[in-house]
Every structure is written in structure tokens, then in C-alpha cells.
Nanobody, 112 residues
Framework: QVQLVESGGGLVQPGGSLRLSCAAS????????MGWYRQVPGKQRELVAHITSGGSTNYAGSVKGRFTISRDNVKNTLYLQMNSLKPEDTAVYYC??????WGQGTQVTVSS
């Protein structure tokens, strides 16, 4: 089973930026579709963005134009660059391997 470890979360002011990273174990990272999801208490986990092995991307409408998902298949790492952050982006962000593995999550808080 793939193990995923997120990092890069934290507290940031509105309008600021953060970059999340997700380090994946296993040599088959490069052939998997990967994604970022987020969840706030009392709500369902929602898709933020995903990226295929070929680099095709898809974004939730609420983050399109502000967030960028990317991957480094040599380093087995998935990234999420988040710019122009808003308070409503506050959530726990999870890395997901579309074979069914989740990371432990990293908290992102956008507040002044």
C-alpha cells in the first residue's frame, strides 16, 4: 500500500500563499492519478484538484486560477501551490492516491 505524508500547512493571512507537499512511497507513483482534497468540520471531503500521470489537471471551481497542482515523478512528490488564499480555504488538506490511499492531512488556516 502506498504511504502518503503531507507537509507545508500552516497559518497564513488572506491573500497569502502556501505550498503543500505530499511525499509518496513506492516506485509506481509516476503512473498514478493523484489528488488534493480538503475537509472542514461537519462537511464532506471535497476535491480541490487532481493530476493524471500524463500531467492533465482538473480543479474545483472555487480554486481555479489560484491553486496549481503539480508532480515530480522523480522525487515521488505531489505539490499544491496555493495563492491568493481566502478564509474559506481554511481546511485540512489531504493527499490522495487514486488507488485508494490517503495521507494524514495537513491543516491550512487562512486568517488575519
Amino acid at each position: 500500500q502506498v504511504q502518503l505524508v503531507e507537509s507545508g500547512g500552516g497559518l497564513v493571512q488572506p491573500g497569502g500563499s502556501l505550498r503543500l507537499s505530499c511525499a509518496a512511497s513506492g516506485s509506481i507513483f509516476g503512473i498514478r492519478t493523484m489528488g488534493w482534497y480538503r475537509q472542514v468540520p461537519g462537511k464532506q471531503r471535497e476535491l480541490v484538484a487532481h493530476i493524471t500521470s500524463g500531467g492533465s489537471t482538473n480543479y474545483a471551481g472555487s480554486v481555479k486560477g489560484r491553486f496549481t497542482i503539480s508532480r515530480d515523478n522523480v522525487k515521488n512528490t505531489l505539490y499544491l501551490q496555493m495563492n491568493s488564499l481566502k478564509p474559506e480555504d481554511t481546511a485540512v488538506y489531504y493527499c490522495y492516491d487514486y488507488s485508494g490511499s490517503w495521507g494524514q492531512g495537513t491543516q491550512v488556516t487562512v486568517s488575519s
